[in-house]
């Protein structure tokens, strides 16, 4: 691909956003991006907190901490939180900044809806977590509201899904935007199998959000029917279907998984062959694997009613479905292993996070595999070995292919370097951390311990205190994170635009980027990961080239 040449620019230059843009209204996907990326951040520490309370609680087996409402309320806003106000937004804010720059666009195909998709986060988000001010207190039902339990504490409940609903606005408004932006924005020869495949899981994710999503949405709404106006859609009293509510909200949160999990396998696509100097081994098969994955995700969300009187045939064509979404994501696997094996590793920060998240993903897809078959998911079902497979999926993977994307992207974002040895104990606090806590509920699902409960047997407490004190190094692993990120903002080294002499788009623009992103659109002749050309961007100085070459990977 073509590099231009903004470097020296200082016209182009003086066109970076300043500190004060950060808190305005702007329709700059750029500026747009880090918002999203600060006010997630925050409830990010919310919802962290929210956890550390709850493994407090579960540190000795007697109710000695919360009472049980107060526990009930911790573990329904702790998932809320961590889903549909850190990573959900998070990766919108991510992709936000990055995807116009990938395709080497101006922008997002429709700037001002893309920022009343950020606005509506923070209120929904302040909304939320203001129902602990209520008389009754927050929603109490978990981050899945099943009736006729998400029936019974009317306040706090409706609070719940009118913030729901104003994030699930927010996120089809973003999918709109994104798909638009990726099918008619991209630069002159930047074919789909020109695209990184960063955007290829952006495009994955967010196709998922416009086909499943509404059904989250719909069911929200009739449950406010049955909260509000006293309709018996759910309401099992009133002869209304309370399973029905569980179809329609997991058609859209089983596929919210891998919305949530696209996006850091993007990242992971990204980091991986730049710390490593290799090509990304397979490049097209990973390019489809993402819409492979978004296309059987459609087809699992019975999964997770095996135990809700599931008719026997549709427990064994959902075992299938579900074991089939193994077949794309082992590919993405394979991938990520057969581009650093052999290559020449750079184990800088966003290098550890990536194979510390995609080591863990293995592990966790494993166990996923597992809860797919109906005998072994009926056996653990509503236990602690759940809660573990999906922490290692949610946080082991998804929030550690977060840390990755900040730390590769930071400078760019920034023009800032961060501090490499703040990093790597960021790293090594989270690794240990993350998997004190989470392993330990493995051995704690196999033995029968239920989830969702403040007490429990004493037979229980020796793994449950490795996990407590678990959650308590990640608590205190994100103190040198805040510590590096805030210093190195304010006098870190300045970047380079490319300091990692990565090969796209968004290397070869100024480092903070300019308001129009290029000082003309570049003209794409390169194949993505062109590492080992010494033509490709990052290999040499001389990047300018118009002769068109392979688009093999």
């Known amino acids: 691909m073509t590099n231009p040449s903004i470097t020296n620019d200082v016209d182009v230059r003086s066109q970076t956003p300043q500190w004060r843009d950060y808190f305005r209204f702007s329709t700059d996907h750029k500026i747009i991006g880090v918002q999203y990326i600060l006010i997630t951040f925050i409830f990010f520490l919310i919802g962290g907190l929210m956890a550390m309370l709850i493994r407090a609680e579960l540190t000795t087996p007697e109710l000695n901490l919360v009472d049980r409402p107060l526990y009930n309320a911790l573990f329904t806003l702790h998932g809320t939180v961590m889903i549909f106000l850190w990573i959900i937004p998070f990766n919108a804010g991510l992709s936000n900044y990055l995807v116009p720059l990938m395709i080497g666009a101006r922008d997002m195909a429709f700037p001002l809806l893309n920022a009343i998709s950020f606005w509506l986060i923070p209120p929904a988000g302040i909304l939320l977590i203001a129902s602990f001010l209520l008389p009754n207190g927050p929603a109490q039902a978990g981050w899945w509201s099943y009736p006729p339990?998400?029936?019974?504490?009317?306040?706090?409940?409706?609070?719940?899904?009118?913030?729901?609903?104003?994030?699930?606005?927010?996120?089809?408004?973003?999918?709109?935007?994104?798909?638009?932006?990726?099918?008619?924005?991209?630069?002159?020869?930047?074919?789909?199998?020109?695209?990184?495949?960063?955007?290829?899981?952006?495009?994955?994710?967010?196709?998922?959000?416009?086909?499943?999503?509404?059904?989250?949405?719909?069911?929200?709404?009739?449950?406010?029917?049955?909260?509000?106006?006293?309709?018996?859609?759910?309401?099992?009293?009133?002869?209304?279907?309370?399973?029905?509510?569980?179809?329609?909200?997991?058609?859209?949160?089983?596929?919210?998984?891998?919305?949530?999990?696209?996006?850091?396998?993007?990242?992971?696509?990204?980091?991986?062959?730049?710390?490593?100097?290799?090509?990304?081994?397979?490049?097209?098969?990973?390019?489809?694997?993402?819409?492979?994955?978004?296309?059987?995700?459609?087809?699992?969300?019975?999964?997770?009613?095996?135990?809700?009187a599931t008719p026997g045939w549709m427990r064994m064509l959902f075992a299938v479905t579900s074991m089939l979404v193994a077949v794309p994501t082992g590919v993405k696997a394979f991938g990520w292993t057969a581009t650093i094996w052999r290559g020449k590793l750079h184990l800088d920060t966003p290098m550890l996070f990536a194979m510390g998240g995609a080591a863990m993903f293995i592990f966790g897809g494993i166990t996923g595999v597992m809860l797919a078959a109906n005998s072994f998911d009926l056996h653990v079902n509503n236990t602690y070995f759940v809660v573990g497979h999906f922490h290692y999926i949610v946080f082991n993977t998804i929030t550690m292919a977060i840390f990755a994307g900040i730390y590769f992207w930071f400078p760019k974002i920034?023009?800032?370097?961060?501090?490499?040895?703040?990093?790597?104990?960021?790293?090594?606090?989270?690794?240990?951390?993350?998997?004190?806590?989470?392993?330990?509920?493995?051995?704690?699902?196999?033995?029968?311990?239920?989830?969702?409960?403040?007490?429990?047997?004493?037979?229980?407490?020796?793994?449950?205190?490795?996990?407590?004190?678990?959650?308590?190094?990640?608590?205190?692993?994100?103190?040198?994170?805040?510590?590096n990120m805030i210093g190195s903002i304010l006098a870190g080294t300045r970047a380079t635009d490319n300091p990692w002499r990565a090969t796209g788009l968004e290397w070869t623009t100024s480092s903070p980027p300019p308001k129009e992103n290029f000082a003309e659109i570049p003209q794409v002749v390169f194949p993505p990961y062109n590492y080992g050309n010494p033509r490709a961007y990052g290999e040499a100085s001389a990047t300018q080239s118009g002769e068109e070459v392979s688009n093999d990977e």
Do not use: C
């Open 149 to 308: 339990v998400s029936l019974q504490a009317p306040s706090g409940q409706l609070v719940w899904i009118i913030s729901l609903i104003l994030l699930g606005i927010s996120s089809i408004m973003g999918a709109v935007n994104f798909v638009t932006t990726i099918f008619w924005l991209r630069a002159p020869g930047m074919t789909f199998f020109r695209m990184p495949v960063f955007v290829w899981s952006v495009l994955s994710a967010q196709l998922l959000q416009l086909i499943n999503l509404p059904s989250l949405t719909g069911a929200l709404i009739l449950l406010m029917f049955d909260l509000a106006f006293g309709t018996t859609i759910f309401n099992p009293a009133g002869h209304g279907d309370p399973i029905l509510y569980q179809h329609l909200f997991w058609f859209y949160s089983h596929p919210a998984v891998y919305i949530m999990a696209l996006p850091a396998f993007g990242i992971f696509a990204e980091v991986l062959p730049a710390f490593a100097r290799n090509p990304l081994f397979g490049y097209r098969s990973l390019a489809i694997a993402s819409l492979g994955i978004a296309v059987v995700s459609i087809f699992v969300w019975a999964h997770h009613l095996f135990a809700s």
């Open 414 to 483: 920034t023009g800032r370097m961060y501090a490499e040895g703040w990093g790597k104990i960021h790293f090594w606090l989270t690794f240990i951390g993350a998997n004190l806590t989470f392993f330990p509920m493995h051995p704690l699902g196999l033995q029968g311990m239920v989830r969702r409960v403040a007490s429990y047997p004493p037979e229980y407490q020796g793994w449950n205190l490795v996990a407590s004190l678990g959650a308590f190094l990640l608590g205190v692993s994100t103190l040198p994170f805040i510590a």
